[in-house]
């Protein structure tokens, strides 16, 4: 079973923070971050009501440091892109398709919420592996960051036991970085590269990649740059005088 943690990007409320402790411990989740969130007073401790073992034990720590120690990062979003030639914010998935790409894992899995004014940025989505929207009112579907995270932590609830660990966050940055400086490889243009990269990311993000397929998908990368360079080399034998 995955270990699933709720991480409040800067929430702006001690109310709200309460409230969604609250909702947390209603579904059986007790693992809450705060980055850059507002100081916990009394004002959260009420909102809480028994839920205050949770903001006691709610741990506070940097966006990088969440990606850096998570398996598989989800932001949640209530503006969406509904075309794939904006992918910012595209493809996106419920909480219950949610359930279904997580259930079987291990590792940590950090679902981002954000700030009640305006949400995740998008320099925070993009760097998160999967996109989750709630599938509110089109008419306002902007829901308050305590109700957002119930809903979640509803189709969540209850999990069965997972069966394999993902790949680490810190594998997967390498496999991004080989995929990088692949594309360098195979001079791809780099007015495209940020967006292929983004694409790359959703992909690999919503695949559940293993430590032995992100090995495999090195190899592959490895041996395709070696016939490069061979290629590389006969043409330049071939051209000698």
């Known amino acids: 079973m995955p270990e699933i943690e709720i991480v409040l ?12 402790a609250r909702a947390m411990k209603n579904f059986g989740f007790t693992r809450l971050v705060l980055v850059d969130a507002c100081e916990i007073g009394d004002e959260a401790r009420i909102a809480a009501s028994h839920a205050t073992d949770v903001l006691e034990h709610a741990r506070r720590c940097s966006f990088e440091q969440v990606h850096r120690e998570s398996s598989l990062t989800i932001a949640t979003t209530g503006a969406v892109n509904m075309t794939v030639c904006k992918p910012m914010r595209m493809p996106y998935y419920t909480p219950r398709e949610v359930r279904e790409i997580v259930s079987d894992l291990g590792g940590r899995v950090s679902i981002l919420f954000g700030r009640e004014n305006w949400g995740l940025n998008n320099e925070e989505v993009e760097q998160c592996d999967i996109v989750c929207t ?4 089109a008419e306002y579907p902007i829901l308050n960051l305590s109700h957002a ?5 509803y189709e969540l609830a209850n999990l069965s ?3 394999y660990p993902l790949a680490s966050h810190q594998e997967m940055d390498c496999l991004y970085a080989h995929l990088n400086d692949f594309l360098d490889r195979i001079e791809h243009p ?13 992909i690999l993000g919503r695949t559940k990649l293993t430590t032995r397929e992100v090995s495999t998908l090195h190899g592959l990368l490895r041996r395709t740059e070696w016939h490069i360079a061979r290629g590389e080399e006969r043409a330049e034998e071939c051209m000698a005088p």
């Open 9 to 20: 990007v800067g929430a702006l409320y001690q109310g709200n923070v309460g409230y969604t």
């Open 161 to 163: 036991r997972g069966t």
């Open 134 to 137: 709630i599938p509110a009112a």
């Open 190 to 202: 780099s007015f495209k590269r940020r967006r292929t990269m983004l694409l790359l990311r959703r």
């Open 149 to 153: 995270v119930a809903i979640v932590c």
